[in-house]
């Protein structure tokens, strides 16, 4: 019980302890998630915020070029225009005060002025002469549409650069366009990309086909693919989605993968001629901080979470233990680590909900003395082999015990008593030829008591009943001097629980006046007439039981309550005599059997005289039975108390003649008044066949008339019985023909109340 409580406990903490460990787990996969995407957020927020200030810059930048563009142009007009060379002064004197590689004008007519840093103005350049992508934005300018060109390799100035173009006005007319190339650095930053993401990432430009303007040096995809549909940059999915995207200039967030590792990016519209900001996170920058935090919350999260765990398993091992540790006090013999009797007992339940078996108590003959004669050590390891010996001879779902002292149970799968013996025949073999003691001269010898499941009919009850069924057996098996196995009968067993009821009832039922006088009455065979009665004892239990004398008296001899017995019977039947003399009734001798015991009691004949008087009874109306074997022991003792018996007026009857060792010798040497023919000796002198014992019978009886003792033949059953015991010359019946025995009231009302009644010749009651 205990057990299955501390299991069950263990259960539910194991668990409680696993849900806590899966809401953590999920717990902390979910805030994992959260972080991440936090995480994420932030960093797209951040790229967003700094793609953002790069447009600005650019866009100021451009802005600024413009303004400045547009400033020199409003200071060229036609003269300018017609006039080359001045206008070659003026474009170099505003060459000098803004970072533009060159300047130039070219007149509707596509003729114009280039001023570049540090050279000779040309004074005769053709439009012609401009790169296709210079000439695309001065064209557009001279529509009068201020725009800047993609970037493009300078046929001037040998660079990288972009070209801004304005139209020259000459009131609202477009007289010509001055356009300036600016080179590369003025995205410096973003080319050195040291600052971008916080040095995590960098930044490329691209046009609106998604072709790249300008490279960040620290780009991390080295192949230099003129856009980023080429080589590693997108998957097919995001290739379409990207595409999409530049087509209708808004900002998208994809990734890209390489060398196996993802790197997420933003592209971001700047707003002019298409171009997009390509910004790549290489996870190392700005957001560094944000995503430390978030591994090292995660990492202390998932410590935590083991140190919770660590500390569970801990915990748990230690609940384990300790339970173990009490399942051992509170389960096991500490002698030889065998399991003790409460845990046997358990198991059997267990072990009878399946199926049936046997139980065997095994004892060792002895064993104080083995304790004695090797001493304790020596008396222990004994025990401790047969725990060893046994536990090998189990099958599977067999157990043992070792209880105190000497005792073990074995619990066998077995139903089989020839089984079951054989088994425990080769286990005490086993016993005998392993044990250090068998190898000095003593003997050792073992006690085995077994019971069968089949034994013991309730259920609910079947191993409480074999483990009270087992001791019968063991004790039945103990006395004996060699190896012995007692199975539990249950025939015997009844007998020995009555056995049991009726010792250690006796005395509450004396007290309790449960023993009661029965009459059964004796026929005159001369004159038919009811002679006398024999009062024979009848227990009736307070629960309604009855109980014969046959079933107690052998009993009540052995322990000596038969004395008290018969002195209680021998006042009933006073009683009974005083009650018929009391009411002006004829009394009738009852006779009354006396067992050994009583009858060699000290104080025997003063008892019975004793008796008599108090009842004021004649003694003639009492015949006192002896038994014939009471006089084998001291005949002239037997015959003083006779004599003395009789001079008081008891008659003295010898019973049961015939049955035992029945001598004429002691007939002839008692001094007795009547002699009781055993039934046997009717039963056998009935049977034709047995003309001899017939013989012996009459002459028997014969003889008891000539010596001048009445002859009484017990056990008259058929009308046959009488006319045979009637010819021997008998003198008394008695048996079922008459009556059986009967409780004294009835016997009253029978044959009591009425003087005719007492006629018993025709009256057989059978
Ligand atoms: P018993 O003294 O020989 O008593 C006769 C027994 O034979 C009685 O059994 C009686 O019921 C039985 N019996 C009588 N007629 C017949 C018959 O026709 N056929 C058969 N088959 N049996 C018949 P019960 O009453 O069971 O007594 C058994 C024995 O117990 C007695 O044998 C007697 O020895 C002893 N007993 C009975 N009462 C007492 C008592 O109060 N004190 C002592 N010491 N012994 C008693
Ligand atoms: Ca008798
Ligand atoms: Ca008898």
Known sequence: MIEEKLQKRLRKSIIVVLCIIVVLLIGSGLFSAFMYNTRNESIRNQVILEAEEYKTRIKKQLEADFQTLSTISAFIDNSFVTDKNLLA???????????????????????????????????????????????RVVEQAMEGTASVSQLFESVISDNSVFVYSVPVYDGDEVIGALAASDHIEIFSDIISGNTVLGGGGYIHMLDADGNFLIRSSKMIVQDKTPSIFGGPYLSEDSRSQVKEALQRQERIFSSFSYEGKSYPFLLEPVGINGWYLFCVNTGEGLSTNSSTSAIVTQITFIVVLMLVNFLMLYGYRLLRN?????????????????????????????????????????????????????????????????????????????????????????????????????????????????????KTNYQ????????????????????????????????????AHSSTIWFFDSELHKKEELENYIESHMHQALRDGEFKLFLQPKKDLHSGMLSGAEALVRWQTNDGRMIFPDQFIPLFEHNGFCAKLDLYMLEQACKQIYLWMKKGIAPIPISVNQSKLMFFEADYVRNLIELVRRYSVPAQFITLEILEGLALENIDEINSKILQLQKEGFRISLDDFGSGFSSLNTLGK??????????????????????????????????????????????????????????????????????????????????????????????FDS
């Open 89 to 135: 002064e003026r474009l170099d004197e505003a060459n000098q005060n803004n970072t533009f590689l060159t300047i130039v004008c070219y007149d509707l007519n596509g003729n114009g002025v280039i001023s570049t840093m540090e050279q000779d103005p040309d004074v005769d350049a053709k439009l012609s002469d401009l790169s296709s992508e210079g000439r």
């Open 670 to 763: 008692l001094k007795i008044d009547e002699l009781k023919l055993d039934r046997d000796f009717l039963l056998n002198a009935s049977d034709q066949e047995q003309s001899r014992v017939r013989l012996i019978m009459e002459h028997t009886i014969r003889m008891a008339g000539q010596l001048g003792i009445s002859t009484v033949a017990e056990g008259v059953e058929t009308p046959d019985d009488e006319t045979l015991i009637r010819n021997f010359g008998c003198d008394i019946g008695q048996g079922y023909l008459y009556s059986r025995p009967i409780s004294a009231a009835d016997f009253d009302e029978k044959y009591m109340k009425k003087a005719d009644s007492r006629n018993l010749a025709g009256s």
């Open 444 to 479: 050792l010898a073992f006690y085995c008591g077994v019971v069968e499941s089949s034994r013991c009919s309730n259920p609910e009850e079947t191993a409480d009943c074999m483990m009270t069924h087992v001791q019968f057996a063991l004790d039945r098996a103990k006395g």
């Open 322 to 438: 300790y339970n173990r540790d009490m399942m051992n006090l509170a389960y096991c013999d500490s002698l030889t680590g065998a399991e003790n009797l409460s845990r046997f007992r358990q198991r059997l339940n267990e072990a009878l909900e399946n199926s049936g078996g046997s139980v065997v108590a095994v004892s060792i003959r002895q064993f104080p003395f083995i304790n004695e004669i090797f001493g304790k050590e020596r008396a222990n390891r004994l025990l401790c082999q047969i725990k060893e010996i046994t536990e090998q001879h189990l099958n599977n779902g067999e157990f043992f015990c070792h209880d105190t002292d000497d005792r073990f149970y074995i619990f066998f799968n077995e139903s089989d008593p020839d089984v079951v013996r054989k088994r425990m025949e080769s286990l005490i073999d086993e016993f005998d030829l392993s044990a250090d003691i068998s």
